[in-house]
């Protein structure tokens, strides 16, 4: 396996008597997408605030190329390649969708400050994402489908190492979620470090070499999502019965070798 080009080492945050993350321990690898469950307020949020630099960790340590970059702020961690999506998408209203990628050519650290360039890059990213020939629209005109892609366009456009995923399958419909986990899959082929939040489960156990489980701040456990999920303590604190009748009756229907 590749050296990891993110860590955590013991990362923590607490608000005031809130211990919202707890001494937890990650590595981002190209190639992977680590996946992070856990019902809502279990910290999954605030662990990519941590390590993007939106939040400053009480103690723990992050790292990115093997080099301290704890309480860096969120300039210099994107410079250092890490990218990520926000639960809320806020494009800027008064540029079109074509404008708005392109913020990340003409700014990013290895970008180029030359418009027609920005735009030609700009243009190869959308493709990449699905929304070729909508990039003169306003954002205000987009899908929830199509506003989760432009957001994804975004953080693509600073070319990162690392990508960060919060909730992009959020407000999707179910057809709308295969095409989005069939795209994040092929971002993983192309050796992007990957860290999805999600409450998708099944969509999320599609695509991740490795599941996290954020239980009160806490790593409840991790592993490989056909193992996590029948975890008796995972199904108790988040997934719930239903979800684990249904997962005995797809194993039931599959046939055995």
Avoid: C
């Avoid at 080492?9 to 992977?32: C, H, I, Q």
């Avoid at 079109?96 to 030359?114: A, F, T, W």
Wanted: hydrophobic share 45%.
């Amino acid at each position: 396996m590749s050296a990891p080009l993110m860590a955590a080492s013991k990362l923590s945050r607490r608000f005031g008597g809130l211990l919202a993350v707890n001494e937890v321990d990650l590595e981002l690898t190209p190639g992977r997408l680590l996946g992070v469950i856990g019902a809502n307020g279990a910290g999954k949020s605030t662990l990519i605030n941590l390590l993007t630099g939106q939040l400053a960790p009480s103690s723990g340590r992050v790292l990115i190329d093997g080099q301290d970059f704890t309480g860096a702020r969120p300039w210099r961690i994107a410079h250092a390649g890490v990218a990520r999506t926000f639960q809320i998408v806020k494009p800027f209203r008064g540029m079109s969708v074509i404008e708005n990628v392109m913020l990340g050519e003409l700014y990013g650290k290895d970008g180029d400050p030359r418009p027609s360039v920005a735009r030609r890059a700009a243009l190869e990213v959308l493709e990449r994402v699905g929304l070729a020939g909508k990039g003169e629209l306003n954002p205000a005109e987009l899908s929830v489908a199509d506003a989760r892609r432009l957001e994804l366009a975004r953080a693509l456009a600073l070319r990162p190492r690392v990508l960060m995923l919060d909730e992009v399958l959020a407000g999707l419909r179910p057809a709308e979620i295969q095409p989005a986990v069939e795209l994040i899959a092929g971002l993983r082929k192309q050796g992007l470090a990957l860290l999805m939040v999600e409450h998708v489960v099944h969509a999320i156990a599609a695509v991740a070499d490795e599941l996290l489980v954020l239980h009160h701040g806490q790593v409840l456990t991790r592993g490989p999502a056909s193992e996590v999920l029948r975890d008796e303590r995972v199904i108790t604190a988040y997934l719930g019965q239903r979800f684990a009748a249904r997962q005995r009756a797809r194993d039931a229907a599959e046939p055995q070798s």
